[in-house]
């Protein structure tokens, strides 16, 4: 089992940044790929960023490329989402993922490892 932990939400206002963390434990947090989803109300889940289980390989959603950066750190056992310049649209309940499969954690995200969730809500 992974138990994943987020933190960091907040209220911003817009063109402003925030980091998210999640922490991961449970099992060796190098053996998966993680990524943090987003939820809107009245919208579906959505991807936001992705990365490796070495670092190597990251992956964003247009919408957020070169607003949001993600970072892990496997000796910690974390992995970060940067948000800068953010916007209204970007108001959403933040989860952490993870997956054993980069591919698949974007793509059958209904087998990912789920956080509970932090929201972050940017003002206009």
């Known amino acids: 089992q992974v138990q994943l932990v987020e933190s960091g939400g907040g209220l911003v206002p817009a063109g402003g940044s925030l980091r998210l963390s999640c922490a991961q434990s449970?099992?060796?947090?190098?053996?998966?790929?993680m990524g943090w989803f987003r939820q809107a109300p009245g919208k579906e889940r959505e991807f936001v960023a992705g990365?490796?289980?070495?670092?190597?390989?990251?992956d964003y959603a247009d919408s957020v490329k070169g607003r949001f950066t993600i970072f892990r750190d496997n000796a910690k056992n974390t992995v970060d989402l940067q948000m800068n310049s953010l916007k209204p649209e970007d108001t959403a309940v933040y989860y952490c993922?993870?997956?054993?499969?980069?591919?698949?954690?974007?793509?059958?995200?209904?087998?990912?490892?789920w956080g509970q969730g932090t929201q972050v809500t940017v003002s206009s």
């Open positions: 993922a993870a997956n054993g499969n980069s591919y698949q954690l974007k793509t059958k995200s209904d087998d990912n490892y």
């Open positions: 449970g099992r060796t947090s190098s053996g998966y790929a």
């Open positions: 990365v490796s289980r070495t670092g190597g390989w990251t």
